[in-house]
């Protein structure tokens, strides 16, 4: 199971947390992505960490304000988030797989396993 956290209402220029929490399975040995679905539109590939090397990825629109870490001792996944942009505002998701390659990370369709989402709004 992966469980997201960390997300909440923000002013634009703010700065989240988001946390992926593993349960079942240790994370050393997925590459883990996040995601997130903004209402009426499709899901989105945010950022990847990798599980061979821990390289990672970021889509375009978050390069540079948005970081993605892990830290195998708590099974956990963090993207940290700064610089937030009311456009940001969506569910975010995290996903894991023990597959990932770079040239899929940012397709849902490459991930097995799936989290429930947490709410990120930016507003003033």
């Known amino acids: 199971q992966l469980q997201a956290s960390g997300g909440g209402l923000v002013q634009p220029g703010g700065s989240l947390r988001l946390s992926c929490v593993a349960s079942g399975f240790s994370m050393d040995y997925y590459g883990i992505g996040w995601f997130h679905q903004a209402p009426g539109k499709e899901r989105v590939g945010i950022s990847c960490?990798?599980?061979?090397?821990?390289?990672?990825w970021f889509t375009d629109s978050v390069k540079g304000r948005f970081t993605i870490s892990r830290d195998n001792a708590k099974n956990t996944v963090y993207l940290q988030m700064n610089s937030l942009k009311p456009e940001d505002t969506a569910v975010y998701y995290c996903?894991?797989?023990?597959?990932?390659?770079?040239?899929?990370?940012?397709?849902?369709?490459?991930?097995?396993?799936w989290g429930q989402g947490t709410q990120v709004t930016v507003s003033s």
């Open positions: 960490i990798s599980h061979s090397d821990n390289s990672t």
């Open positions: 996903a894991a797989d023990n597959t990932l390659i770079r040239s899929s990370w940012a397709q849902s369709s490459a991930y097995d396993y």
